[in-house]
């Protein structure tokens, strides 16, 4: 007998009537792995595999892939406190080798418990795993474990850009606080030099023609990719394919205030107001003052957006993608006739707003299915001014500073103003620009009731498990500064005599070195009997 169905109310999808418990949600989108991925980065040092670790966990956690960094240096900063100097990463520094290994394995239980218990489905393994017996260990790891390994190799031997990212990300490290900048240059190119005796290049033409790997060559100059094994892999290689590193900026703004603005009515084609028009004319200026090369302008294929861009009097592009969010019944409705007419859909969207789907209409999940395409050509494209609606622009807003489903449907986009924004090392600076000009207001808060609530959504932040999201997470790497020997610090470097705590970054005490004391406390406390 065909199974019975029933209608979920809040996203409208059919689901069985068999009485069962409700699965929780392991995503914010459809399953696209058919068994947990670990991706695993490969390179030298200051190649950018932390900054492709972040950034492509950004943008599967966007689409709706739960995914997690686990940087294997925030581990060993946690375990050895200070850092002393290169000689650290010395292949003969055998006590050293060992910590390095501990913290690895440290790393992978990590991914172990967030891919089984913590309803994640890819980790991002981020370390150096230039030999192949590490990224062995790796693989048999992934195979007791039932996961599916994809490796990214970061390969650049351009000495310019090398330098550029060590100044730019390594010499602001936790490793080189108080030291100056040439003496922490000279060490990390040291440090660079230890891994580059014992680096095994991935070689999918010969040893490793077996693996799943992607090689990005030179900054995205050339891509060599073996092995895709299925969909979200291609996804991944498509997007590692699709950024890059040019300086750009890019401006996000909503259209002038519209005719169905001062009506307080949603959706809708309606043209822009007097106060919408001067705002285009107030735009037009502020374009022409920023100077910019080649600035590229999308519109949706809505009016009011066409109408604002018309006053830039330069090309635009119209993107179907970019239209405002299908409120399906409740289009060209007021917030008040909703309530009146759909009591039961009102409450329900105030209930889950990034889920909820209106009848006939759109979720703010399909709205992020929706605009993946104009991300991409966002990451390919230089200086682009994007005109759009207050939902589309919540998502591209929250794809850039990344944040959450729960977030993404309450960021405040109000009309008449300019978000300028500047992509960084790992992450992206905002700047919010009033043109002047006022509009009405029409941003709705959450309910207070929706606040008092417990949250049914996952954490989607990209973050590092020293950051970890649980405030009573138990640490897994006690401190051993109670155990181990002072050494003496980097030259042109002082020692902190405080112990100073940034945001996100492990506890930083005294200098230390790894001895023999210190190793056997190490193993006793990560790996502890029972």
């Known amino acids: 007998m065909p199974m019975e ?7 409208k999808i059919w689901l069985p009537n068999d009485n069962r418990p409700a699965l929780p949600r392991r995503s914010c989108g459809p399953q696209l792995a058919n068994s947990p991925t670990v991706i695993v980065m490969v390179g030298l040092p200051a190649r950018g595999k932390t900054y492709i670790s972040k950034k492509l966990t950004r943008y599967l956690n966007w689409i709706g892939v739960p995914t997690k960094v686990f940087n294997v240096g925030e581990y060993r900063r946690e375990a050895v406190k200070h850092y002393s100097s290169y000689d650290f990463f010395r292949p003969d520094n055998e006590e050293a080798m060992k910590v390095r290994r501990q913290c690895a394995m440290a790393a992978l239980r990590d991914v172990k418990l967030y891919l089984t218990e913590e309803a994640g489905q890819i980790a991002v393994f ?43 990300v390594k010499l602001s490290s936790p490793d080189y606080r108080d030291c100056n900048s040439t003496d922490a240059m000279e060490d990390f190119m040291k440090r660079i030099n230890c891994y580059q005796a014992s680096y095994q290049p991935l070689d999918p033409d010969d040893y490793d023609r077996e693996l799943s790997l992607i090689k990005v060559i030179d900054v995205g100059r050339r891509f060599l990719v073996n092995r895709v094994q299925d969909h979200i892999q291609s996804r991944i290689v498509y997007y590692l394919m699709n950024i890059h590193v040019q300086p750009r900026t890019i401006y996000l703004c909503r259209h002038g205030e519209s005719e169905f603005n001062l009506k307080g009515r949603i959706g809708g084609d309606s043209g822009l107001s007097n106060r919408g028009k001067k705002f285009a004319v107030a735009l037009n200026k ?43 019944v409740c289009e060209e409705m007021t917030y008040e006739e909703i309530r009146e007419q759909h009591p039961e859909e009102f409450a329900l969207r105030d209930q889950d707003k990034y889920y909820y789907r209106y009848p006939s209409g759109e979720s703010y999940q399909d709205l992020v299915q929706r605009l993946e395409p104009v991300i991409m050509e966002l990451e390919r494209q230089e200086n682009v001014l994007v005109i759009c609606h207050q939902a589309v622009m919540r998502c ?33 600076r905002v700047e919010s620009i009033s043109l002047n000009i006022e509009a009405v207001n029409t941003h709705r808060d959450r309910p207070e009731e929706a606040k008092k609530g417990p949250n049914p959504l996952m954490r989607r932040n990209s973050v590092t498990p020293l950051a970890s999201p649980e405030p009573t997470k138990k640490p897994r790497i006690n401190s051993f500064e109670e155990h181990v020997a002072v050494s003496s610090a980097l030259p042109g470097c002082v020692p902190q005599e405080v112990p100073t705590q940034m945001p996100g970054q492990p506890l930083l005490g005294k200098a230390c070195l790894p001895v023999c004391h210190f190793l056997k406390v190490f193993s006793l406390l990560i790996f502890p009997r029972t």
């Not at 169905?5 to 996203?11: F, K, N």
């Not at 150096?128 to 590490?134: A, I, K, L, Q, S």
């Not at 302008?297 to 239209?323: F, G, H």
């Open 5 to 11: 169905l029933t209608q979920s109310r809040i996203q």
């Open 126 to 168: 981020d370390a150096t795993n230039t030999t192949r017996e590490r990224r062995g260990m790796i693989l048999n790891f992934a195979k007791e474990n039932g996961f599916k390994v994809f490796f990214i190799e970061s390969v650049c031997n351009d000495p310019n850009v090398v330098a550029t990212n060590v100044m730019e």
């Open 286 to 328: 502020f374009v022409e003052e920023q100077n910019l090369k080649d600035l590229k302008v999308w519109t949706s294929q809505l009016k009011r957006t066409i109408q604002t861009a018309e006053a830039l009097q330069l090309p635009y592009e119209q993107w179907k993608a970019l239209n405002e969010i299908d409120a399906g």
């Open 396 to 428: 591209l807003l929250a794809y850039f500073l990344d944040k959450s489903a729960d977030e993404m449907p309450y960021l405040k986009c109000p009309l008449h103003t300019v978000l300028k924004l500047t992509p960084v090392a790992y992450g992206c």
